[in-house]
């Protein structure tokens, strides 16, 4: 008994320039589909490292803009601490967050608004306040890391679009030529069918 062929032998004889008589036109055409989805869904790499290179570079001149215009002031806690619990979605363990309303001089300015502040501050504590360009409060800057986890974002996000584009296509066609293939299978049924006496009432 013969041994059944294995994955790479089966997909090698679905190659469309076959010679094999028995390869229909519908199965030649499919596979050379899937050979144009294979070859687009390799191009489609270094499409989204592209993609991710170009949206580091834009993240970080972003960052870089929006660091540079913040400005550090001193400010001391005014008001009572507001505590919330929250549970951080990274480790499932409650997290608590404090607010206080904090009051700032800023060249010969005062501000107040209320921030996020250290668990363990008290009433008159001098905090880290950060005002953008209009002196309202801000947060602090951002780190690089924030740039790079954008660029893997986009990257993903092109990769996963265009892979899915084109599966969504494949199995489309593979629908329609299982469709006809039916048809043709149930057409042909009858035809034989017909002439044995079979398919008749």
Known sequence: MSQYPSLSVRIWRTRPW???????????????????????????????????????????????????????????ISGDLKRTAVVSARSEMTETHAEAPVRWNQNGRSGTATIEVPDTATLGDEVTVWLAPDSSPTGPPQQSSVAVGNAIGVGLAVLIEIWGAVLALVAFIAWMLGARRRADWEREWRQIGWQTGSDRR
Request: hydrophobic share 55%; proline share 3%; no cysteine.
């Open 18 to 76: 076959n010679t094999n008589p028995l390869m229909r036109a519908s199965d030649r055409f499919e596979a050379l589909v899937r050979m144009l989805a294979a070859a687009a869904m390799l191009v489609a790499i270094p499409i989204a490292g592209a993609a991710g290179t170009a949206g580091y570079t834009a993240a970080a001149a972003r960052i870089s803009s929006d660091n540079s215009a913040k400005v550090a002031v001193t400010g001391a």
